[in-house]
Structure formats: structure tokens, C-alpha cells
């Protein structure tokens, strides 16, 4: 069983829509959630961190957090063409990282 | 300053040659790792080193050495890499090991 499972996508969203990416975990002793973007040929970016259950918002950036059901989502308003890449969610249960194979996301103008 | 720098950008080396690559953070931060990338795929985890010590080695062949001369440092030194091992080289560090990571740019590694 996978550690961190993503949709690969490709997602596709109407500039201005809402993107939602989804991602679950199997390790119930994870204790931090990351979300980071990357451009094609370029390194992950970190967008958010999350630790507690809820939501949590940054700009047009949600990050949510449902530890019961072993799921992270994260949520991009008023989508932008400059959204486009593909979007890495990490969960640390220790020491490292694991990685989902990210989600492709395309904002089309 | 919350960059991590890598040296080189990119680098073509033959399969008998011998190549380093370079990581250096000023952040402060303890824990230092190296992953590869291949295209569509995600980081996949080769080193961390937490304050100085190499911590976790995720079964990386040989061919490929570590090296964290200082807190601030980290090396990847490369002999007799096969064309299998072309591929995105990012370094990352983070405050304390497990916790957020910032990447580097990374080293794009082709081997012929």
C-alpha cells in the first residue's frame, strides 16, 4: 500500500474556478502535511503546511486536514493560468517525507 | 536568507567519469537531503543527513557517496553512473529533520 496517494490528474479547471487536490494517507501516526508546487524542469515550491485538523488559508490557498479520515486536501481560488504545474503532497509520520506522485493541474484561460 | 543553492545546474559527465555535485544552505537548518527525480515522477529519497551524520540511506547504490563536510554543506560525489541514473538531483534542508523542507534548484544530471 502506498504511503501518500494523489490523483494523478490531469485536472483541468476554467480560470477564475475553484481547483480542489486530494490526497490521502495510510500512516495514522502522520503528524504533518505539506502541499508544494512545481513547474515543469523546476524544483518543488513549498505553498503550505498544516498540522491540526480544520482549515487553513493563505491568499487563495486552502489547506484542510480530516486526520479521522486520513485525508488532505488542498483548495486554490480564483484559479490563475500561472496555477498550472503539478501540485506534491508530502506527509511526515518521522524523520522524511513521503511523497504522492502529484497531481497535474492545467487552468485554462 | 531562505535559499538553498546547488552547483552545477547541469552537468553531462561519461559512465568513467567522476563528478560532485554541491549543496549549501545558510539557514541554519540540521538536516540536509539529497533526492533524485525522474520526469513525472516524484522526489524519490536518497540521503538525509541530521546534524552532520548521514541518518537515513535508502538502499542508493554505491556509485553514488555523500559527503556533509559542515553544517552548512553537502556533497554528492559520482562514479561510474549508468544512463539509468540520469535525472533531476535536488538537494532540500529543513530546521530539524522531519520537519518543512525548502529545496534547491537542483542539478540536472545527464549520463552517457
Known amino acids: 500500500q502506498k504511503e501518500v496517494e494523489q490523483n494523478s490528474g490531469p485536472l483541468s479547471v476554467p480560470e477564475g474556478a475553484i481547483a480542489s487536490l486530494n490526497c490521502t494517507y495510510s500512516?495514522?501516526?502522520?503528524?504533518?502535511f505539506f502541499w508544494y508546487r512545481q513547474y515543469s524542469g523546476k524544483s518543488p515550491e513549498l505553498i503550505m503546511f498544516?498540522?491540526?485538523?480544520g482549515d487553513k488559508e493563505d491568499g487563495r490557498f486552502t489547506a484542510q486536514l480530516n486526520k479521522a479520515s486520513q485525508y488532505v486536501s488542498l483548495l486554490i481560488r480564483d484559479s490563475q493560468p500561472s496555477d498550472s504545474a503539478t501540485y506534491l503532497c508530502?506527509?511526515?509520520?518521522?524523520?522524511?517525507?513521503?511523497f504522492g506522485t502529484g497531481t497535474s493541474l492545467t487552468v485554462i484561460p | 536568507d531562505t535559499e538553498v543553492t546547488q552547483t552545477p545546474k547541469h552537468l553531462v559527465m561519461g559512465m568513467t567519469n567522476k563528478k560532485s555535485l554541491k549543496c549549501e544552505q545558510h539557514?541554519?537548518?540540521?538536516?540536509m537531503y539529497w533526492y533524485k527525480q525522474k520526469a513525472k515522477k516524484p522526489p524519490e529519497l536518497m540521503f538525509v543527513?541530521?546534524?552532520?551524520?548521514?541518518?537515513i540511506n535508502e538502499s542508493v547504490p554505491s556509485r553514488f557517496s555523500p559527503e556533509c563536510p559542515n553544517s552548512s554543506l553537502l556533497n554528492l560525489h559520482l562514479h561510474a553512473l549508468q544512463p539509468e541514473d540520469s535525472a533531476l538531483y535536488l538537494c532540500?534542508?529543513?530546521?530539524?529533520?522531519?520537519?518543512?523542507?525548502?529545496f534547491g534548484p537542483g542539478t540536472r544530471l545527464l549520463v552517457l
Open positions: 532540500a534542508s529543513s530546521p530539524i529533520a522531519g520537519e518543512t523542507q525548502y
Open positions: 500512516d495514522r501516526g502522520s503528524q504533518s
Open positions: 498544516i498540522y491540526s485538523n
Open positions: 508530502a506527509v511526515n509520520p518521522g524523520n522524511q517525507f513521503y
Open positions: 539557514m541554519g537548518h540540521r538536516a
Open positions: 543527513y541530521s546534524y552532520e551524520k548521514l541518518s
